[in-house]
Nanobody, 120 residues
């Protein structure tokens, strides 16, 4: 069984910072892509920041210069450092990964999500 587990969400005041973590576990041979999405109440899930392969990352325009995605390949972990948080950043943040399993199956995975609430 392969899964993603997020941590690090919480309540923070506007202008503050949070760091999210997501660990992939299970029978994984390789991680082809990994990153973060979010879904605010009444809105569709949207991309926040992702590694799609290689070392480069893609960011949503709304978080550029405030959020930084990083990863530790050995730990199968991706992080999201969120600075200068705004009330508009309030959402459930989901980790997503595209992995190849030991059965040589390619799977798209979602974590259960972690709530980030920014108070103004």
């Amino acid at each position: 069984q392969v899964q993603l587990v997020e941590s690090g969400g919480g309540l923070v005041q506007a202008g503050g910072s949070l760091r999210l973590s997501c660990v992939a576990s299970g029978s994984i041979v390789s991680i082809n892509g990994m990153g973060w999405y979010r879904q605010a109440p009444g809105k569709q899930r949207e991309l926040v920041a992702v590694f799609t392969g290689g070392r480069s990352a893609n960011y949503a325009d709304s978080v550029k210069d405030r959020f930084t995605i990083s990863r530790d390949n050995a730990k199968k972990t991706v992080y999201l450092q969120m600075n200068s948080l705004q009330s508009e950043d309030t959402a459930v943040y989901y980790c997503n990964a595209d992995v190849t399993t030991t059965r040589w199956e390619r799977k798209g995975l979602w974590g259960r999500g972690t709530q980030v609430t920014v108070s103004s």
